[in-house]
Every structure is written in structure tokens, then in C-alpha cells.
């Protein structure tokens, strides 16, 4: 049985929530980089017996559109797998049974699913350092419970719920699009990773609109910390998010 953890997570969040689960697994565990352009999806296929892990983080209640597009290349070949909807603790609405369809489209089989919490990745105010210790704890506790559901569920999917509505809620973008400041020097790291290759080498200094998700991976990732956001609109953001994100919310499992 080939374990392996697939996951989209430009600025390091979903990943986090990921490995958590993957390391409870009994045995090494292959990543594959969603966020990364250069991933060839269409040549990732699966077994029967291999037991697969999908974590995307909730854009605006959905699953990232970009992320969505890799998945669908993918060969599941009945493979099992449990999905992982990662938010910053306002609410993932539809991106648990949108990831579902997405998976079993591709041909997994799913048998369990997780929602999980961690630092929103542009009101760092927000979830700030989750998932902390106590989202460990519960996390490793799910990811338990669904190895055993791997070494016991040889054939089949379980019939469970998920949060979630068909047809799912419209996408809609954040529409902050990162510039560079004066503190850029032009390395060019910011196009190299951009998941969305929405950056030019040749013009560093802003990224294509209408390429860009928003994603943050430019600003998180920039070693002299020298893209950045609108900060009236984060502000505005943060303000209209207050009253939802006000609650902690915790990590759910669903199989």
C-alpha cells in the first residue's frame, strides 16, 4: 500500500495540517506539490490498494479553482483517500463536498474527510499560529482512526455526509493582487513559485490580474518581505470577517 499526501497550499498552512495526519501513517509517505506549475499532473496515477490524502485549503468557500484543475488530471484508479478542507477559521461552506466531487470524478474512492483550521493566510489576525497544539492533538487523532479505516476498507467507500451544497456557492476571488515595494531587489523568486505563474520575470514589480488567485505564496515567500497587499482593503476585510471569525472553530472528521 503507497501512501501519498497531495495537497495545494501556497503559503504553508494546508501543508501543516497535512503532514500532521500523514505522519500518524505507518510508513513513508510521497508528497506531491500542487501549488508547484511545474507538477504534471496528467501522469500521476494510483493502485487500487494505496491509500492517498487531499488537502486543499477554502478560497471564498470553495475549492482554489487552480487546485481543482490539477486534481482533475489525476488517475484515482479506485484508489482510497480521505480529503482535507484547510480555512481560516470563518467557514469552508461548500469546499468539503465540492473536493469530494472532485475526487471521485478522478476515480477515489473517499472514506472519510477532515476540516481543519489554520492561520488565514491574509488576516494573519485571524487563526493566528494554527494549527496550534490542540489542533495537533485532535488531528493526530483523526489521522488514527482513518489508517485503521485503510487497513480494514479493502473494497469500498463509506456512506457518509459532508457539509456542503450542490450547486456549490459562486467563486469569487479576493481581488488583492500583491506588489512589489521599494525593498525589492528583483531575484525573481516571486515568478519562479508563483502557483498561478502569474508573475513575469520581466515585469516583478505586480502580477497579472487576471492570473492571479490571490494566493499569497509572493508575499509569504518573499525573502526581504517586499510584496505586499492593499492594507486598507486587508483592513476593511479584517473588519467585515470579525463577528465570523470571532469563535475558535475546531477541527471535524467526517466518515
Same mark, same amino acid.
Given at each position: 500500500m503507497a501512501l501519498v499526501q497531495i495537497d495545494f497550499s501556497p503559503t504553508g498552512g494546508t501543508r501543516k495540517v497535512a503532514d500532521i495526519i500523514a505522519k500518524e501513517?505507518?510508513?513513508p509517505v510521497t508528497c506531491v506539490d500542487l501549488s508547484d506549475a511545474k507538477? #504534471? $499532473?496528467?501522469k500521476i496515477q494510483f493502485g487500487q490498494g494505496d491509500a492517498v490524502l487531499i488537502a486543499v485549503p477554502s478560497y471564498g468557500g470553495r475549492v482554489p479553482e487552480l487546485a481543482a484543475k490539477r486534481l482533475m488530471? +489525476? !488517475?484515482? !484508479?479506485? @484508489?482510497r483517500c480521505v480529503i482535507v478542507c484547510v480555512y481560516g477559521n470563518r467557514a469552508y461552506e461548500d469546499t468539503l463536498v465540492e473536493l469530494r466531487d472532485i475526487a471521485e470524478s478522478c476515480g477515489f474512492r473517499v472514506i472519510a474527510a477532515i476540516s481543519a483550521v489554520a492561520e488565514h493566510s491574509i488576516i494573519h489576525q485571524y487563526a493566528t499560529g494554527r494549527p496550534d497544539e490542540k489542533d495537533a492533538e485532535e488531528? %493526530?487523532?483523526f489521522a488514527k482512526k482513518i489508517y485503521k479505516k485503510f487497513l480494514d476498507d479493502e473494497s469500498s467507500s463509506s456512506a457518509f455526509e459532508v457539509p456542503g451544497s450542490r450547486p456549490y456557492r459562486k467563486a469569487g476571488g479576493a481581488g488583492l =493582487? /500583491?506588489?512589489?515595494t521599494k525593498e525589492c531587489v528583483s531575484c525573481g523568486l516571486c515568478a519562479e513559485n *508563483? /502557483? @498561478?505563474?502569474? +508573475?513575469? %520575470? #520581466?515585469?516583478?514589480k505586480t502580477a497579472d490580474s487576471k492570473k492571479c488567485t490571490s494566493c499569497m505564496r $509572493? =508575499?509569504?515567500? *518573499?525573502p526581504r518581505s517586499a510584496r505586499k497587499v492593499n492594507g486598507a482593503l486587508v483592513s476593511a476585510a479584517a473588519l467585515a470577517l470579525k463577528k465570523a471569525c470571532s469563535e475558535r472553530k475546531e477541527a471535524e472528521l467526517f466518515c
Open positions: 501513517w505507518e510508513g507538477t #504534471d $499532473c496528467s488530471k +489525476i !488517475n484515482g !484508479n479506485q @484508489a488531528l %493526530r487523532g =493582487v /500583491p506588489k512589489a *508563483c /502557483p @498561478a505563474q502569474a +508573475i513575469s %520575470r #520581466d515585469s516583478l $509572493c =508575499v509569504t515567500g *518573499c
